[in-house]
């Protein structure tokens, strides 16, 4: 069975933090993603990674980057956290025929 | 710009009632749709999948969807809804590489 992690359930940060979003899968796969999820507008991907090292913009990279040392660690940070980066953040691996595996789960709060 | 709809925000159903939710996507080309759901404090996971073939799938709990490529829809239908399939539901597209896009949702939640 595939499994996601995510470090943190739940986050609490003040404006302006720097803030890291660590994502851990232990399938050795080489896709792996972050999206933001948010109410009304569903899941939209922030950045992928699609081998070490590796990186791609999604669609709502603004605010945000991406560091993928390891292959089996994808982790998202936000550089000076703002208000309207609240959200909950997913992270997701891909196996076999396109299929995502999500993560729990982490929801930030910024205040 | 690719994009997936999905017609209904909020879906409040009786149990034993029927269920179809609304999906359309909006691409020329070969496309592969998905279904996640996800309960209440779990994991988003896969309901059902369409690559390629019989454009009716069946995926798990009961739950089917069928491809309408004239229509670029793929809805979720379930005959009788159950207090447990209260959740979240999440019609997706893939166009292309690994990318895949998003639908805002559909909320269902079913009356015991």
């Known amino acids: 069975d595939v499994k996601v992690t995510q470090s943190s359930r739940y986050l609490v940060k003040r404006t302006g933090e720097k803030v890291f979003l660590e994502c851990v899968q232990d399938?050795?796969?080489?896709?792996m993603f972050w999206y933001r999820q948010d109410p009304g507008l569903g899941l939209r991907l922030i950045y992928f990674s699609y081998d070490v090292k590796m990186k791609e913009k999604g669609d709502i990279p603004e605010g945000y980057s991406v560091s993928r040392e390891k292959k089996e660690r994808f982790s998202l940070i936000l550089e000076s956290a703002s208000t309207n980066q609240t959200s909950m953040y997913l992270c997701?691996?891909?196996?076999?025929?396109?299929?995502?595996?999500f993560g729990p789960g982490t929801r930030l709060t910024v205040t | 710009a690719q994009s997936v709809s999905q017609h209904n925000h909020h879906v409040i159903l009786s149990e034993a009632a029927s269920l179809e939710l609304g999906c359309n996507y909006s691409?020329?080309?070969?496309?592969?749709l998905f279904w996640y759901v996800q309960y209440p404090g779990q994991h988003l996971q896969l309901l059902l999948k369409?690559?390629?073939?019989?454009?009716l799938v069946k995926g798990i709990k009961g739950f089917e969807a069928e491809f309408i490529k004239s229509k670029f829809s793929f809805n979720l239908r379930k005959p009788s809804v159950q207090w447990s399939d209260t959740a979240e539901y999440f019609c997706a597209a893939q166009t292309g590489g690994f990318k895949t896009i998003f639908g805002a949702g559909t909320r269902l939640f079913v009356k015991a």
């Open positions: 997701a691996t891909v196996v076999g025929d396109y299929e995502q595996y």
């Open positions: 399938m050795d796969h080489e896709n």
């Open positions: 369409y690559f390629s073939g019989d454009p």
């Open positions: 691409y020329g080309g070969t496309v592969n």
